[in-house]
């Protein structure tokens, strides 16, 4: 069965920093993956999703993430975080054949110190 | 208006009333689904639509019973629900089962 694993609960970086958000997941083929970002009170807003070819993914906000086969591993990067970049992060992996199913992790929740 | 919608977007409810959260999409998507999002836990899925026909039940108790009377309505209807069912309630869609989703805004459920 496929599951995600986000290993940060919780990471504080200050604004203009660099930022890595870790996303690990198991399945035993590629899957398709996703990272989602939700600010409060609000609902889920893709910021770029895997599907195939180019290992390094550009999304909106100026993110990236790269998709990692040997390590199982698909982590968020952004080079400057912004104070509304603050929110909580999702990564999701969707797989399966006959009854496709997206798997979500538990979430990362981002804090920007001024 | 574009994206997903959800209302209302909060509510309060006694155990014993009867409620019913509404969800509508204007994607021209097929597939639809209700999350639950309780705090300090993962996103749990509930019901999953494809073209109409429920397709994943979340091993949901029967106090939730959704409703999919087209593939751009989704409703959630909900009836003599616990305190710890508070949680926000996120409706998405998606163009087909195996692709990226759309949420709503969700709608914050206060069960007293």
């Known amino acids: ?114 | 208006e574009t994206g997903v919608t959800q209302t209302p977007r909060h509510l309060v409810m006694g155990m014993t009333n009867k409620k019913s959260l509404k969800c509508e999409q204007h994607l021209g998507h097929n597939a639809m689904y209700w999350y639950k999002q309780s705090a300090k836990k993962p996103l749990e899925l509930m019901f999953v639509y494809n073209f109409k026909e429920q397709t994943e039940n979340n091993s949901v108790p029967s106090r939730f019973s959704p409703e999919c009377p087209n593939s751009s309505h989704l409703f959630l209807h909900l009836h003599t629900l616990q305190p710890e069912d508070s949680a926000l309630y996120l409706c998405a869609s998606s163009r087909t089962g195996a692709e990226e989703q759309f949420f709503g805004p969700g709608t914050r459920l206060t069960v007293l």
């Open chain 1, 1 to 114: 069965a496929q599951s995600v694993t986000q290993p940060d609960i919780h990471i504080t970086v200050s604004e203009g920093a660099s930022l890595e958000l870790r996303c690990n997941y198991s399945y035993g083929a590629t899957p398709y993956l996703f990272w989602y970002v939700q600010s409060p009170g609000q609902g889920l807003q893709l910021l770029l999703k895997y599907f195939s070819g180019d290992t390094l993914v550009q999304g909106i906000k100026g993110f990236e993430a790269e998709f990692k086969r040997s390590q199982s591993s698909f982590n968020l990067r952004k080079p400057s975080v912004h104070w509304s970049d603050a929110a909580e992060y999702f990564c999701a992996v969707g797989a399966g054949t006959g009854g496709f199913k997206t798997i979500f992790g538990a979430g990362t929740r981002l804090f920007v110190k001024a």
